[in-house]
Each structure stands twice: as C-alpha cells, then as structure tokens.
C-alpha cells in the first residue's frame, strides 16, 4: 500500500511542478502581467492595474486609487502619485480594472493612447508599427537565451512525457490491486 501512495506522491509532486513552470513561464512572457492582474483581481476592487509605458516597453504594476490621486510604485521602487481628472481614462486589460501611465512624464493617457501626455497615438501608429517590425540586432546574449528557451522546452516534454509513463504505471498497479483483490474474496 506504501508502494501505491509513493506513486500517487510522484504524480502530486510532477503535476504541481508542470502547473507551477507553466505560470511562472506565462509571468515571464507577459512581462509580469499574470500574477499583478490576479493581485489585482483577488483585491476586489482595492487596486487597479497600472500599465507604465515607457522607451523600452511597458511593465505592470499594482496602483491605488484614493480622493482622484493614483498612487503606484515604480520599478526603482519609488512611489508616484499622478492626478485622475476623468473616469475615461479607466479601461479593462485581461478583464481588471486599469490605467495606462506614461513614465517620462507622469502622466495617465486613455486606452487609445491619446489625451494625457500631449501625445497622438493615432498619428503615430505607422511609426510605432514599422518600429516593431524592424530586424533586431542579433548578438551572443539573444543567441544563449534562445538556446536556453530551446533547452528548458526539451526538458519540458521529457517532463511531460515521465509525467505521462507515471500514469500509465499507477493504472496498471490499480487494475492489478482489483484483481488481487478479487482473487483473495
């Protein structure tokens, strides 16, 4: 019986492990954007999703709202505190609450961009586009990273594929248990 629970142990611990590498890989790919939103979500209401655009990309960050200020930390952990004059700035990203924030000059901007920071997103949306789409520089970092990602993908299916073997062992050991079990009645 021991034998039985060692194995229902290994399939508890490979299964956990398999959920646990899958949300922490979707945090690092969304920029960590999966775990602030459930923050978010699970406040009820207390916080908002702050969305901080700047030169780079853009990161998430938890904010708060109180009497019309904004208040949120930044990535050097430094608070700010920006002025809320209407509610169209509020938009849904992933279904919470948020606000896009322009970093370099602290300002809140509407979900298309425009309004707050003097800045016409519409106008642009060609430069910011052909600016996404330009050839990257290649060099040895993005080179290791790749090779790493293509790595951890390999030892992802050899996971997947033990996972699967562990099953199929567990459902074999249970329909041997019932025949034993039957065969003593």
Known sequence: MSDILYQVGIQITAYLTVIILTFLGMNWVTNGFTFTSLRVKLSRGRFILVSVRNVAGSYYRVGKMSFGFLSYKDLDKMTHRITIDDSTFIDHIGGT????????????????LEGGTGFDGVKFENLYIRALMAPE??????????????IAAGAGVLGLILIYRQGVVLTELLSL???AA???I
Do not use: H, Y
């Open 137 to 150: 520089l290649q060099d040895k970092i993005i080179k290791i990273i790749l090779i790493a990602a293509i």
């Open 97 to 112: 609450k948020s606000i896009i924030v322009d970093e370099k000059t602290d300002k809140v901007c509407k979900p298309n």
């Open 177 to 179: 248990a019932k025949v």
């Open 182 to 184: 039957g065969a003593t």
